[in-house]
């Protein structure tokens, strides 16, 4: 009976040893690219790539893209060239390996920006991986559509005397942390940038938030009477569809 078990043993080992020598590594390149704007990397705390089998959903790799933004005049100025790569060794990805004996029809997600988290989004794609075909270069580059916004004034749940004036001030940026300025770029006139101020049995109110000499703030003052407030700061661009938006909530008596 022991030697029984004991040549039972060794067959397991010698089909667990024989499945880990014809399994492959495969390198899969994944991107998570601004709608409108450059590569989400390490300075806005990258995005959190997340590998799955589809089939099982095992987490296959996971990590963080990390790199610069990239080149704007590849990525966004220059004309679009078939198989012309728009990143660099440099410019942010996340490089999975992945351990495959067999063709795995995977799942792939990019949530970020991770330092942002109330602009955070999740894009993702499926695909087909053959073991030992490697998917590097640009790779797999996922779209992600927004603007970031800081609501900077007044702060949550700030306590504000009635008549007073309050200013709005925020702080708004391309996913990939570009900035939106006057003129620039990412040109603030070609974007509606507002905010809503609510409060309970009150007519909510709408006013424009106006570029100042910093870069990527905007700000506007008023007046309110007595009551509890939610502040809204929103941006959004007719052309592309991006939206993003960040809130408070403050008292005035």
């Known amino acids: 009976m022991k030697r029984k078990s004991q040549l039972i043993l060794a067959i397991f080992l010698l089909l667990f040893s024989a499945g880990n020598l014809f399994a492959q590594e495969t390198k899969i390149m994944v991107r998570a690219l601004a709608n409108d704007a450059k590569f989400i990397g390490t300075s806005m705390g990258g995005a959190r790539i997340i590998i799955r089998d ?16 990239g080149d704007t005049e590849v990525i966004l100025l220059s004309p679009m060239q078939r198989y012309k790569e728009i990143t660099s060794e440099k410019t942010a990805g996340y490089e999975a390996s992945l351990k495959l004996d067999k063709p795995t029809f995977v799942s792939i997600e990019a949530h970020g920006p991770m330092s942002k988290k109330q602009a955070k989004v ?3 794609t499926q695909l087909w991986v053959i073991p030992g075909k490697d998917i590097t270069g640009d790779g797999i580059v996922l779209d ?6 800081d609501v900077l004034s007044p702060q949550t749940h700030e306590t504000i005397s009635a008549g007073t004036e309050i200013e709005i001030k925020a702080n708004i940026v391309m996913m990939c942390g570009c900035p939106v300025t006057k003129a620039g770029t990412w040109d603030a006139s070609g974007y509606e940038i507002k905010a809503l101020i609510s409060s309970e049995g009150k007519e909510q109110k709408e006013i424009s ?19 509890d407030y939610e502040i809204e700061a929103y941006a959004y661009d007719p052309k ?4 993003g938006l960040d809130k408070v909530n403050i008292i005035v008596k």
Not at 212 to 222: G, H, I
Not at 240 to 243: D, E, L, Q, V
């Open 144 to 149: 992600i559509p927004g603007f970031v916004v």
């Open 240 to 243: 592309t569809g991006n939206t």
């Open 122 to 124: 999740m894009s993702s």
């Open 209 to 227: 938030l106006n570029p100042t000499d910093k870069a990527s703030t905007f700000s506007e003052t008023l007046q309110l009477e007595e009551g």
């Open 54 to 69: 589809v089939e099982t959903g095992r987490i296959l790799d996971e990590g963080l893209t990390k790199g610069i933004t």
